[in-house]
């Protein structure tokens, strides 16, 4: 009886030890940040997210309907290049170790930015949006957007005909990083 504890004992252990993950997840990152002296912080709710007209297709105000919130974290540059190069580095890692989960969607360079957007779900239908961006001389930002069954097609349309309720949120902090 006692080597059957024994051995369960350290199986147990065994299988504790090999399913510990030392992988940094993107949603520690972010509540991390909320913590950090630079970082900008903001919650959006879905309620403040409109579309600029009501004559878009039906897809489009489905679109809009699935999304729950936006999450965007921005550390902007100010004369803090060490702070930048650390949290652009972290960022990078927690894709690269995650990209299983992360899925690339596209990449952009302009006007000194490294933009990244990657999703997760399946590619008919997202759960979650994922822009990455950096930039030597504005800083480093992540926005996230959570819905359900997000069509990548729609939800870039949808962006082109969104706009934001600015009485109930003041967004000016961030313009220069996104």
């Known amino acids: 009886m006692k080597t059957i504890v024994k051995i369960f004992s350290l199986f147990s252990i065994i299988l504790m030890l090999t399913s510990c993950n030392n992988k940094k997840s993107l949603q520690g990152y972010l509540v991390e940040s909320q913590e950090k002296k630079g970082f900008i912080t903001v919650d ?3 309620s403040i997210l409109q579309l600029k007209s009501t004559d878009v297709s039906k897809e489009v ?6 999304i729950r919130k936006v999450n965007v974290v921005a550390l902007p540059i100010k004369d803090n ?3 930048y190069e650390i949290e652009k580095t972290a960022l990078k890692t927690i894709f690269k170790e995650n990209e299983e989960a992360y899925k690339s969607l596209m990449t952009v360079k302009a006007k000194g930015m490294n933009v990244n957007v990657f999703y997760t779900g399946d590619t ?16 480093v930002g992540i926005a996230r957007l959570l819905g359900e069954d997000m069509n990548p097609a729609m939800v870039m349309e949808m962006i082109k005909n969104i706009k934001l309720d600015e009485n109930s949120l003041d967004l000016k902090e961030l313009s220069g990083v996104f």
């Not at 239908?125 to 800083?139: K, L, P």
């Open 44 to 46: 959006v709710p879905s």
């Open 61 to 66: 105000k489905e679109t809009l309907n699935s």
């Open 81 to 83: 290049k060490e702070a």
């Open 124 to 139: 008919d239908s997202i759960d979650e949006i994922i822009v990455f961006g950096y930039g030597d001389e504005v800083g």
